[in-house]
């Protein structure tokens, strides 16, 4: 299977605790998303690289979330001292580009913070 | 301001009917793409179809077709022939190509289920 994938898939850790997610995405894409979804919204743009720069963050990054995309290939998600707010799907998406290329989706991973 | 608007939160429809699912955006740029993304229970954003700003025909992509107004901001998705499998929810996403943007704003998505 060559599309995005995301571990883990799901991720149950109590309030204060550190998590990381990883996105691999498909091989030959340079530019890769991670996205926020929350229950009946729609996925909320968090960052995005091109290779393994980070040009672009969202304001719902807070100084809490890093993510990293060393070598230019898989990507990690890192929060720190979880927050119950930080419930959600966290959905990982590559590109060959920008403009007309279609973001592909891996299938996510679901963060539980009790 | 919110730059996708999706104003049903559910549809229902029978199979082999069509059904067209509302999308409206909000932008300032000239330049700008529409997709749409299909969301089954299982979690993954399946890309459906693509429109770009300038293109002057509607895209098409197997049952899927946009019907896109641009004077009224709206890129409305056609799904013909519904099938039980097109169940899920359907999101409509713009990406403007002003500076470095290349993320996709959501809309809060539709909702389909198709009936026998």
């Known amino acids: 299977d060559t599309g995005v994938s995301q571990d883990p898939r799901h991720k149950i850790t109590k309030r204060g605790q550190n998590v990381t997610f990883r996105c691999d995405p498909i091989?030959?894409?340079?530019?890769l998303y991670w996205y926020r979804q929350t229950l009946g919204q729609g996925p909320e743009f968090l960052t995005y690289?091109?290779?393994?720069?980070?040009?672009?963050k969202s304001r719902l990054l807070s100084d809490r979330f890093s993510a990293e995309r060393p070598k230019g290939s898989f990507s990690t998600l890192e929060i720190q001292r979880t927050e119950q707010g930080d419930s959600a799907m966290y959905l990982c998406?590559?590109?060959?580009?920008?403009?007309?290329?279609?973001?592909?989706f891996g299938p996510g991973t679901r963060l539980t913070v009790t | 301001a919110q730059k996708i608007t999706q104003t049903q939160p559910g549809m229902f429809v029978q199979e082999k009917e069509a059904v067209t699912l509302d999308c409206t955006y909000d932008?300032?740029?000239?330049?700008?793409?529409l997709f749409w993304y299909k969301q089954p229970s299982s979690g993954e954003m399946i890309f459906l179809i693509y429109?770009?700003?300038?293109?002057?025909q509607n895209a098409t992509e197997g049952r899927y077709s946009l019907n896109f107004q641009k004077a009224r901001k709206s890129a409305n998705l056609v799904i013909s022939a519904s099938q039980l499998g097109d169940s899920a929810m359907y999101f409509c996403?713009?990406?403007?190509?002003?500076?470095?943007?290349?993320?996709?704003?959501f809309g809060t998505g539709t909702r389909l289920q198709v009936t026998l």
């Open positions: 932008t300032s740029d000239q330049s700008y793409g």
């Open positions: 996403a713009m990406r403007e190509y002003t500076g470095t943007a290349s993320k996709l704003t």
């Open positions: 998406a590559s590109s060959l580009g920008g403009g007309t290329y279609e973001q592909y």
């Open positions: 690289f091109q290779n393994e720069a980070q040009l672009e």
């Open positions: 091989s030959e894409h340079n530019r």
């Open positions: 429109q770009g700003s300038y293109d002057e």
